[in-house]
């Protein structure tokens, strides 16, 4: 996939519109539509696997699989999104609400 993007929150964009295409795929000739196919536990299984090679990437140090875990984590968690009917948008606006806030103070206000 060749990024003709201008900022991150583009590639996530584009990421975004592809997977909505790829939802409805052959499962045989796409990874997503794999997935959506075989439902959300099948998603589910795959956000955790990825959060927890995240966090052995993160413990051993290595900069380059750190970033790899979190490529992976990022993707099953818009695969996740998506089967949801939810976009890369919806979370972007949550960290555009909660930009001035601090964590602490945010984090209490959910308890409200």
Known sequence: MENKTNSPKDVLFALS?????????????????KLFN??????LKKVSEEATETVIASKC???DAIIHEIADLWF????????????VEDIIK???R??????????ANRTK
């Open 17 to 33: 519109e592809i997977m909505e295409k790829r939802k409805t795929a052959n499962p045989d000739e796409s990874y997503v539509a």
């Open 38 to 43: 075989e439902g959300v536990d099948a998603i």
């Open 61 to 63: 140090g290595e900069n």
């Open 76 to 87: 099953h968690t818009i695969v996740l999104l998506k089967y949801h009917n939810l976009e």
């Open 94 to 96: 949550e960290f555009e």
């Open 98 to 107: 909660r930009f001035g806030i601090s964590g602490i103070e945010e984090k």
